[in-house]
């Protein structure tokens, strides 16, 4: 996809006003005449000795610009997740609670709408308020406090589909027969709730948590740029708008792994939480 922008690595570096023999020579030496299976081949093979390239724009090391920006972009995914779990969790267990169905109701209206706010919106509706007028966080920058905010708008946004995805696997799993069974058995309500209902209902609730911590890994770009976390998602957005080839090459097949081992770890998960799968 890369190779059909039109938009010439050797031009961009050299600049508009480059002669046409110094940018052919740039390609020669930057291998970019080659077939694209030859360029994407040596890359794969360079890959698996830990080499991923230099940057054409910031003539550094892709390796090292990755391993700067793989932290900041882990720790707010980390930051995401529990804000998520921490909201998501106690709402989706008030929808599924039958004692107070005014207020279930009303936060099932509210989770609809958190769904469909866009990301930004929210991520600059909190940066405004709590950071430009009450000044409890930094604009950018400042240490750990930087992801309150970022991270916060994550779990707003994202707390809604574990809220409602709670509240169907564990409203499901309620009415099964084993379920059933163990309230005959006159095993108490909340060995029910823990052993027989949570273990089971957590299942879909594991796999999106697994999505959703590959999917933060894999770096937020609007989120990144709002709040000017220079993170992975900046550092795709950034080779992308530069036709920066080993940096866009290099983040997807990080990312892509990073997504695979923790889908892996998901599946291994379950054998955990549901008895009843085995791995041959």
């Not at 052993?195 to 609007?222: K, W």
């Amino acid at each position: 996809m890369v190779s059909i922008v039109p938009a010439d690595p050797a031009r961009l570096i050299l600049g508009i006003h480059a002669t046409a023999s110094a940018v052919t020579e740039l390609r020669k030496t930057m291998g970019l005449n080659q077939p694209l299976w030859t360029q994407y081949g040596q890359f794969l093979w360079r890959s698996l000795h830990g080499n991923f390239g230099f940057s054409y724009a910031q003539e550094e090391p892709v390796g090292g610009l990755i391993a700067a920006a793989w932290p900041r972009t882990a720790i707010l995914a980390v930051f995401a997740v529990i804000a998520e779990l921490a909201i998501g969790v106690p709402v989706g267990l008030m929808l599924t609670s039958q004692r107070h169905p005014r207020l279930a109701a009303v936060l099932e209206n509210i989770t609809l709408l958190l769904m469909s706010v866009p990301l930004f919106w929210v991520g600059l509706t909190l940066l405004y308020v709590f950071a430009f007028k009450l000044g409890w966080f930094p604009l950018s920058g400042g240490g750990l406090a930087a992801y309150v905010l970022p991270a916060v708008a994550v779990g707003l946004t994202g707390s809604a589909t574990y809220a409602r995805l709670l509240m169907v696997t564990l409203g499901e799993v309620r009415e099964s027969d084993h379920v059933r069974t163990a309230r005959a058995k006159g095993v108490p309500e909340r060995g029910v709730l823990l052993r027989h209902i949570a273990r089971v209902g957590l299942l879909p609730f594991v796999t999106q948590l697994g999505a959703d911590l590959g999917n933060l890994m894999g770096g937020l770009v609007v989120l990144e740029s709002v709040f000017g976390i220079v993170g992975i998602g900046n550092l795709a957005y950034t080779g992308i708008s530069q036709s920066d080839i080993p940096v866009i090459e290099s983040v997807t097949l990080v990312t892509t792994a990073v997504i695979i081992f923790l889908n892996l770890l998901v599946d291994l998960l379950y054998a955990v939480l549901d008895p009843r799968i085995v791995y041959t």
